[in-house]
């Protein structure tokens, strides 16, 4: 599985953006996708999850509430959108597949995209 992201870009404090995940690769639809992100001098931080058909999302409790993850098997797409924004979420944000279910664990992800950066500005 190859995965891209996009969608990112840099926007005012309480604003939204909708990043996308790009996948390849037939068996897309077996493989749970994780948002992750990182800024400057952090740890990847996991942002949250979603399972393989979609049915099942997790997310970081801090987030909750703002950021909502979906996917479409048909399009081999996942989907972060984030509303709210505030000045902490800058960082640039990674996808991520792995067969496991609910995993939070960064390195247990098998497949990377490259990121995408998120700047929110006060």
């Known amino acids: 599985v190859q995965l891209q992201a996009s969608g990112g870009g840099s926007v005012q404090a309480g604003g939204s953006l909708r990043l996308s995940c790009a996948a390849s690769?037939?068996?897309?639809?077996?493989?749970?996708v994780g948002w992750f992100r990182q800024a400057p001098g952090n740890k990847r931080e996991f942002v949250g999850a979603?399972?393989?058909?979609?049915?099942?999302?997790y997310y970081a409790d801090s987030l909750k509430g703002r950021f909502t993850i979906s996917r479409d098997n048909a399009r081999n797409m996942v989907y972060l959108q984030m509303g709210s924004l505030k000045p902490d979420d800058t960082a640039v944000y990674y996808c991520?597949?792995?067969?496991?279910?609910?995993?939070?664990?960064?390195?247990?992800?098998?497949?990377w995209g490259q990121g995408t950066q998120v700047t929110v500005s006060s």
């Open positions: 991520a597949a792995d067969r496991s279910w609910p995993e939070l664990r960064f390195a247990e992800y098998d497949y």
């Open positions: 979603i399972s393989w058909s979609g049915g099942s999302t």
């Open positions: 690769g037939r068996t897309f639809s077996s493989y749970a």
